[in-house]
């Protein structure tokens, strides 16, 4: 998992007031929490939003002067018409811990029924999993090399080497339909490739 740093300030009030000070000031309200004591703080927004406006998942080393903490983000408040940050959640890591991360779903290879003349629908952009902070990927990646037309991966068939899936073993995850002029002869290939 990609690792990226972070350094607030502490907060002495923590009330709605406050909040609005900071977020006026380009900063957004965080909280730390999940070993011990809750850790209030700001970051600048710049900052912050670097982190939630990707599709990548990062563990975040927080610098709150000077107390370090490993963490990832949790909740995220949005403000409903610009989508501006207005508050973030962090939940402080413990490597004997496991945790519930959403990882992202990367795909990997060209599909066989894709170069047919299939068409790709890929279900699940994210995938929830729980495991331990040194056990999570960056991705959960996926190869689709053998995946003809009309076949499908389910979570349960997606190698996941110390990650539980949280969503149900059964629902597909990525699957390759017949399109519209299709060469459907063309896919057939060997019985011993079929899994």
Same mark, same amino acid.
């Given at each position: 998992m990609?690792v990226?740093?972070l350094?607030? %300030?502490?907060?002495?009030?923590v009330g709605?007031?406050?909040?609005?000070?900071?977020r006026?000031?380009? &900063?957004?309200?965080c909280?730390?929490?999940?070993q011990g =004591?809750?850790?209030?703080?700001s970051?600048r927004k710049?900052d912050?939003e670097k %982190?939630?406006f990707t599709?990548?998942?990062f563990?975040v080393?927080?610098d709150?002067e000077?107390? =370090?903490a490993?963490a990832i983000?949790?909740?995220?408040?949005q403000?409903?018409?610009t989508?501006?940050v207005k508050h973030?959640?962090f939940?402080? %890591?413990?490597?004997?811990?496991?945790?519930?991360?959403a990882l992202?779903?990367?795909l990997?290879?060209a599909s066989r029924g894709?170069?047919?003349?299939?068409k790709l629908l890929?279900?699940? &952009? &994210?995938l =929830?999993?729980?495991?331990?902070?040194?056990?999570?990927p960056? /991705?959960v =990646?996926?190869d689709?090399?053998?995946?003809?037309i009309?076949?499908?991966?389910?979570v349960?068939q997606?190698?996941?080497n110390g990650l539980?899936?949280?969503e149900a073993?059964? /629902?597909?995850?990525?699957?390759?339909?017949m399109? &519209?002029?299709a /060469?459907?002869?063309?896919d /057939?290939?060997?019985d011993e490739?079929?899994?």
């Open positions: 990609k990226s740093k350094s607030g %300030l502490s907060r002495a009030n709605k007031k406050d909040a609005k000070a900071l006026n000031a380009e &900063r957004v309200p909280v730390l929490y999940g =004591t809750q850790v209030h703080f970051v710049i912050v %982190l939630v599709p990548e998942v563990q080393e927080i709150v000077g107390t =370090t490993k983000i949790q909740d995220i408040q403000d409903n018409i989508g501006a973030v959640d939940y402080e %890591l413990n490597d004997a811990k496991p945790v519930r991360v992202p779903v990367r990997t290879g894709v170069l047919a003349g299939g890929q279900v699940f &952009r &994210r =929830t999993v729980f495991a331990l902070p040194g056990d999570l960056e /991705a =990646t996926i689709i090399t053998k995946l003809r009309g076949q499908s991966i389910r349960g997606i190698e996941a539980k899936f949280l073993a059964n /629902a597909v995850v990525v699957s390759v339909k399109a &519209r002029g /060469a459907k002869g063309s /057939a290939g060997d490739d079929e899994e």
